[in-house]
Nanobody, 130 residues
Framework: QVQLVESGGGLVQPGGSLRLSCAIS????????ISWFRQAPGKDRQDVQE??????????YYPDSVRGRFAIYRDTANNTVNLQMNRLKPEDTALYFC?????????????????????YGQGTQVTVSS
């Protein structure tokens, strides 16, 4: 059974850092692309944003809004995909969750994939505020 469980969210001041972790079980995490998404407060599921994606091969994907600040990486020893978030801004406030549709390449949403038909976790809240 595919399972993804997020952790690491919290309250942080603008300019601060957080590291999110996505614990994965039920499939080979090295074989498929895995993404981090976020749903901002008051936004619908259709407005979810893909903030990073690590593919089976090639370089990770980042949208312009987080490129240079966020970094996604696999921790194979612990079966996790982590998201290091630096220089956080208030507009980064959202529910963050990880997911996969068991494809090899990135990104998921821009390529027409539907994460809501894939596998994803419950999410972890990130609040950036002074």
């Amino acid at each position: 059974q595919v399972q993804l469980v997020e952790s690491g969210g919290g309250l942080v001041q603008p300019g601060g850092s957080l590291r999110l972790s996505c614990a994965i079980s039920g499939f080979d995490m090295d074989r498929y692309a895995i993404s981090w998404f976020r749903q901002a407060p008051g936004k619908d599921r259709q407005d979810v944003q893909e903030v990073s994606c690590i593919p089976r091969m090639t370089d990770p994907y980042y949208p312009d809004s987080v490129r240079g600040r966020f970094a996604i990486y696999r921790d194979t020893a612990n079966n996790t995909v982590n998201l290091q978030m630096n220089r956080l801004k208030p507009e980064d406030t959202a529910l963050y969750f990880c997911g996969t549709i068991l494809r090899f390449s990135c990104p998921i949403l821009a390529a027409g994939g539907d994460i809501w038909k894939g596998s994803y976790g419950q999410g972890t809240q990130v609040t950036v505020s002074s």
